[in-house]
């Protein structure tokens, strides 16, 4: 258990609905990523948010956004959803002069 | 670029030893990462490397560092069915995010 929790574990969905997943970092970590991972393109890098603010971004959508919480926590928001949007996403999260970023189990959409 | 690369396959008998070869792109990164992920499952810490280290060894497995050639490999000893898994090596780029390699698929066969 690496103290990373998300919610849901799966997500069954129509297209063009909109979902919101949910992570909660480990106790004490400001940072909080996000991955996707999806047969065509892997595990990619969405977007980081240190203690609140936006810090790096990567190939998110424009139908994708997310925040941070003042208690830490995190959402990614999914909109207009299409097919190709079924994926694992993975949220991770990283101590303050930590080596490593510790992930979450995943959640898994599914995009109908 | 972005892009890390790994051999999309490889199958070994069990009790053989299996290496599996990533090759990165960031010369500056910090740390080089090695995940396992099961069917169905999250990502898994397998093990990591500071970029100043040539190898490090943990239990079963040994991680050798190439700096020069951006070379990065995880030699697991004593393959069991158990490690049968997709294998990911991933780079810290800039300490704000992780690029993942292709991911390499082990199956350990009896």
């Known amino acids: 258990d690496s103290g990373v929790t998300q919610t849901p574990k799966h997500l069954i969905t129509a297209t063009g609905q909109r979902v919101t997943l949910r992570c909660s970092p480990r106790s004490g970590d400001l940072s909080v990523y996000w991955y996707q991972q999806s047969l065509d393109q892997g595990l990619q890098f969405l977007i980081q948010?240190?203690?609140?603010?936006?810090?790096a971004k990567g190939n998110i959508l424009e139908r994708f956004s997310a925040q941070q919480f003042p208690d830490l926590h995190s959402e990614l928001n999914l909109s207009s959803l299409e097919l190709g949007d079924s994926a694992l996403y993975f949220c991770?999260?990283?101590?303050?002069?930590?080596?490593?970023?510790?992930f979450g189990p995943g959640t898994r959409l599914t995009v109908l | 670029g972005e892009d890390v690369e790994q051999s999309l396959f490889l199958s070994v008998r069990e009790g053989d030893s299996s290496v599996i070869n990533c090759t990165y792109t960031d010369s500056s990164s910090t740390y080089l990462y090695w995940y396992k992920q099961e069917p169905g499952a999250g990502l898994q810490l397998l093990t990591y490397i500071f970029s100043n280290m040539d190898m490090k060894q943990d239990q079963r497995l040994t991680v050798l560092l190439n700096k020069k050639d951006k070379h990065l490999s995880l030699r697991i000893a004593d393959t069991q069915t158990g490690d049968s898994a997709i294998y990911f090596c991933a780079e810290d780029w800039n300490t704000d995010k992780l690029i993942f390699g292709t991911g390499t698929r082990l199956q350990v066969f009896p």
């Open positions: 948010y240190y203690n609140g603010e936006e810090r």
């Open positions: 991770a999260s990283r101590g303050e002069n930590a080596d490593t970023q510790y």
